[in-house]
Structure formats: C-alpha cells, structure tokens
C-alpha cells in the first residue's frame, strides 16, 4: 500500500510519496519513480502508474521534467512527450499532475487555490539560491495566481543534522547575503551542517507567499520510508531511488 503524505495547507489534490508500496526491489525497494535511475524501467513504469492513480490520474497525464538543479520554470498546459530541461512547473490545467523526483532536494508544492493555479519545484541547495522557488511564483503570477493566496510546502528532504558541507559552501551562501549564517550550524571540525529546509521556507516567506511549511520529514535519517542521495553515497551503493511529489487540479 502507498504511503502519501499531505498538508492541510493545500487544498488541491496533492501527495509526497514515501518509497513504501511500490514494485522495485534491491536498492530501489519501494516505490522508485526515477526513470533515470539503473532500476528496471518496467518496474519504475509500474510505480509511476500507482501514483498517478492514487490521484486520479491519467498516466501520461503525469508531468514531469528533465531536472538539472537550474532556476527555470515552465508553464505546462498538457502531457509532456519530451522532457525539457527546467526544475519547476506551473498549470492552471485541470486533469494535469505536476511531479518532482528528489532523494534529499526539497520538493515544493505550490497552490493558489482562488485562482486554480497551481506550482512544483525541485530546490535543492543550487536551485534555491538560484532563485527557483521565486521563478515558480513568477510563473503562477503570468496564470492569474497571488502570491498572498499562495501556499508552498516543502516535503521530504535533508534535514540539518545530516546535511554536512564544507568551508567553500557556507562561503558561497554567506558571501552573498550574510543572514544566511542563520542557516548553518558548527559541525565536526571546519564542517558545517546547512538548514536547507530552513533556507527554503525563508526564502518562501521573503517572496511573499502567503503560506510555507515543511513537513519535517528527514529523508536520510529515515531509511524505510525515503530514499536519500547522501546515504546511498555513505554507503557505496551503485546508485538509490527517486521520490515523487505531486500536485494536480
């Protein structure tokens, strides 16, 4: 059975998947949903068409992107053939869901529920200094959305305690804008531990969302149900599973 996770601050259909459910096996136990990981397509085939189920969804009629960690948002108005490259998506199209692949980034979900507008980004560190997040609501603004009837919700992703980086990281955020020192903590030695969740609400709440949240679900420190880039890496395994976020109208 899929494990969905949800928020009472969006109102339209929506889910952060957990990997329970799904039709993989080995490292990718669960529900991968990364048709770019080394998993068997069929079985990434089969959990993708559970998903889109689970939310009353065509399967072709769920969306996603080829995601390369840029600010770029599109707007989508039906079915994708071909993945372009870009890291958010917006639609006021009923019947479409929009979906994020993450194993440790932030996956974002957006709604204006007043105006039938509705967003999804993938933010990890690089995405979100970018300004993904920004581009999303620029996106849903072209729609008709406000962002003071705007609500975004981070899901599963790294927590602080497990996101250690090093002295040029913490460099590169605070040579920037210095209030981002609020987002790091002393580590081991001249490591530091980043609040990426943290970063993202702020970032969120600087844009003048009316709403942010993350539902505080760590992704590596909670091998059953998520799976984690960073603890596959610790591990030496040859490759992890893909998370799915999703948000239709």
């Known amino acids: 059975m899929l494990e969905i996770i949800t928020s009472d601050a969006l109102a339209p259909r929506h889910g952060f998947f ?9 490292i990718f136990a669960g529900l991968n949903c990364g048709t770019g990981s080394t998993d068997q397509a069929e079985a990434v085939a089969i959990n993708r068409a559970r998903v889109a189920e689970a939310l009353d969804l065509a399967p072709d009629h769920l969306v996603s992107v080829h995601q390369v960690h840029s600010p770029d948002a599109l707007h989508v108005t039906s079915s994708l053939r071909v993945r372009p490259q870009a890291d958010a998506m917006v639609t006021a199209t009923p019947g479409l869901g929009l979906a994020i692949l993450t194993a440790d980034c932030q ?3 957006f709604a204006d529920p007043k105006a039938g507008v509705i967003g ?34 981070i899901g599963p992703c790294i927590s602080q305690s497990a996101y250690e980086v090093g002295p040029e990281f913490f460099e590169a955020f605070t040579d920037d804008d210095s209030e981002t020192r609020r987002f790091f903590a ?31 679900h760590c992704t590596f420190s909670d091998a059953s149900r998520f799976f984690s880039y960073r603890r596959t890496t610790h591990a030496h395994e040859a490759d992890y599973g893909r998370l799915l976020s999703v948000i239709r109208l």
């Open 186 to 216: 002393q580590g081991p030695r001249d490591r530091m531990l980043f609040d990426l969740p943290g970063y993202g609400v702020w970032r969120l709440r600087a844009a003048g969302v009316g709403h942010a949240e993350w539902t505080r």
């Open 18 to 26: 957990t990997r329970k459910g799904g039709a993989s096996s080995g």
């Open 120 to 153: 999804a980004a993938h933010a990890g560190w690089r995405g979100a200094k970018d300004g993904v997040l920004e581009a999303t609501l620029l996106a849903m603004e072209s729609l008709g959305a406000s962002r003071a009837n705007t609500a975004a919700v």
């Open 107 to 109: 996956p974002v979900l």
